[in-house]
């Protein structure tokens, strides 16, 4: 379905050919002063220097060609040359109408379906989940649904940090305690147990108390950087304790982002990627590409145009060791070799930004993927606290994740068992609900690329622009719908109808917004714009509802009317948080 400023601008563009000049200037845009009039177009003003006429006669011929047009109700040419717009509400109803029956309410399917693969999450295998991971989940999740909402083919990989110093560090402070185990033992030729040697618990202390002693004792710290190297070239032992750590971390890990209502295709890692390494390197040098510096095996990857120095990608350490942009191309190598993607986005902090513009290069000018390939990094600022700084807990440590989501839930389900109406089992599921919401929505409003403030009071309260005011919006208009239908209504066999006064109109051109919107946020990877629009829509919507008579309408008519209008929206409203990635209970 066409967006509706290219149906307006069409009709438009026709009255600007009929009286004699160019239909390209009949461009339509929303009005900047809604006061006024609700869509404007300012094709007069640029025609007048390519006519030499006044713009003001321009308007006014263009506006006597409109007279009786379907779409326009009012044309007006105002000083010195705009054209001030009013839309028919019959033809505003059409539009709607056509939205509702319309697959995806209107949105069109891509020009080319692109693969897309998103890199996400990037959590570290035995190491906590910390607040820095949330916003990683949370914009990748609804970037992944943004896209495949679109209509693009889109695998989303959770990419483990799974290949690094932590793993050398839990194996160390094992070895310290219980160096009995046969994993430490080099003539062991048995099979390893299959059950683990340590618990999640046990795992989730190991790797704080070895990172902490590794940072004071030098010798301690070489032990872990060659058990690191040892569990890399293939030590059977150590592969062996890998997998245990492996198992019961990636258990827990999707156990947490199962809580966050994030879901990966992929549960690849670092470690996956390591096999391409070595054909890769051998390939980079024989096509010249990689040379050695300082004993580090390198490609330049510079230009002259650059305007701050953008060092070479380091393939290679002195003593052979990959590194973070090794193991990241070979990664993109294993997903061109699995997938061929168009594109590859990255979600991460921003920070990281140099390491992807170095590895995008790298892979690009060694022919790791087609020259076409987009490879996208999409940075996210930091979760800052109330005080600016990033996030921490009170005593300054690192927050837990899950200790951030817990706090949230129970200061939502504090909110909600004040409503005695509701058993304790709906009010923990609802609370649970709506804290994801709040969670959620208080970072997706924000531009990814931007510091935000983690406020909790502002994030849960039902007023203003928050994850639990829409729901609330939509738990609003789900209990008009039950109450219909519970008074004997068919919500089936309600038909849309004109809208006879303003707020009603505002929320029907709001609703046709939605095809324009969406394409938008998919296009340039922005779940901020599917928050904004639909806060303007809930904004729209409890305004009509604030000054309409729904349930007490005696016209049956046009209760049905306005009944199905309210079905729209929550359809709308609903669509829309779950490409966000989060859900509305039924009451609250
Ligand atoms: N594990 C990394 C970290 O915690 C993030 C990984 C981001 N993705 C990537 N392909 N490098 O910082």
Known sequence: MKKILDILSEEMGKAFEAAGYDASLGRVTVSNRPDLCEYQCNGA?????????????????????????????????????????????????????????????????????????????????????????????????AVKRMERYAGHKVIGDVHLGDWGLQMGLVITELHERQPELCYFDENYEGEYPVEPPFTLAQLEEMYPTASGKSK??????????????????????????????????????????????????????????????????????????????????????????????????????????????????ATILQRSHDYNPDSIIYVVDKRQELHFEQVFRCALKTGLVAPETELKFLGFGTMNGKDGKPFKTRDGGVMRLSSLIAQIQDEMRDKIATNEAISAEEAEATAKMVALAALKYGDLSNQASKDYVFDVEKFISFEGDTGPYILYTIVRIKSILAKYAAQGGDLNAVELMAAQAGAEKQLQMQLAQFNTMMQNAAEETAPHKVCAYIYDLANAFNHFYHETKILGEENETRKQGLIALLILTRDILETCIDVLGFKAPERM
């Open 45 to 141: 003003m640029a025609g007048a220097k390519q006519y030499h006429k006044a713009p003001f006669m321009i308007a006014n011929e263009v506006a006597a060609q409109l007279e009786g047009n379907k779409a326009f109700k009012e044309v007006a040419a105002v000083a010195p040359g705009f054209l001030n717009l009013k839309l028919s509400e019959d033809y505003l109803l059409s539009i709607v109408k056509e939205m509702k029956s319309a697959e995806k309410f209107g949105l069109e399917a891509p020009e080319k379906v692109k693969t897309i693969v998103i890199d996400y999450g990037g959590p570290n295998v035995a190491k906590p989940l910390h607040v820095g991971h949330l916003r990683a989940a949370v914009i990748g999740e």
């Open 216 to 329: 004071v004792d030098e010798e301690y710290k070489a032990k872990a950087l060659a058990a690191t190297v040892q569990l890399q070239t293939g030590r059977r032992g150590y592969r062996a304790l890998w997998k245990h750590i492996m198992n019961i971390s990636v258990e827990d890990l999707k156990k947490n982002y199962a809580n966050l209502d994030v879901d990966f295709d992929l549960w690849l890692g670092e470690s996956d990627a390591q096999p391409y390494i070595p054909g890769m390197v051998e390939k980079m040098k024989q096509d010249g590409f990689a040379h050695i510096s300082e004993g580090a095996l390198v490609v330049d990857v510079a230009r002259e145009d650059d305007k701050k120095e953008i060092p070479p990608c380091m393939i290679l350490k002195s003593d052979g060791a990959a590194m973070y942009d090794t193991t990241d191309l």
